[in-house]
């Protein structure tokens, strides 16, 4: 199956699928690893706190990715939101998190996911993509254009960039 922008979608509806391949966000926010997250709950796994799913953030990630890769969008939301909650600096949990509630149709929580990327990481390229491509899914075709024409500027060799930039731009042109 294909998605809007002619690439092959894991899921019913992901237009992400596999751009994350490009590597800018390892995953849990530049390549930490299991043992690093767990280290950062610190006391509060011994104390038997929980306030999520059973597992830890690096396990919230990689089942929230899973579902996502799956088609279960709205499962990798809830997931994923806990993920951003434990780790709420880390972009690659963010972009993740982004993606699913592209994918479940939630265009707006979907654009203030990347937009809040987009603010401390503003040549972050993948990031502007998904907010070009939330804000087209909401009607903001200004805004739309204006960030896909970022990505493409940044990586103007990922092709599917500029497939939807050239897309949002047809779509400002009729309105």
Known sequence: MADETGRPAQGP????????????????GGGAS???????RGDERSAGARS?????????YTRGMALLGHGDANAAVQLLAHAVAAEPGSPSVR????????SAGQYLAARE??????????TDDYA?????LSARKIGDLRAA???????VAMRPDIS?????????RAALART
């Open 13 to 28: 509806d992901d237009p992400f699928a596999d751009v994350s391949a490009h590597g800018l966000h390892p995953p849990l």
């Open 34 to 40: 299991r043992q690093g997250i767990d280290a950062s």
């Open 52 to 60: 999520g799913p059973a597992g830890e953030v690096y396990d919230w």
């Open 95 to 102: 972009e993740a998190l982004g993606r699913a509630q592209f």
């Open 113 to 122: 996911t990347f937009a809040w990327i987009v603010d401390r990481h503003p």
């Open 128 to 132: 502007q993509f998904g907010l070009g």
């Open 145 to 151: 254009v204006e960030h896909l024409a970022l990505a």
């Open 160 to 168: 599917h960039y500029g497939v939807a930039l050239r897309g949002a």
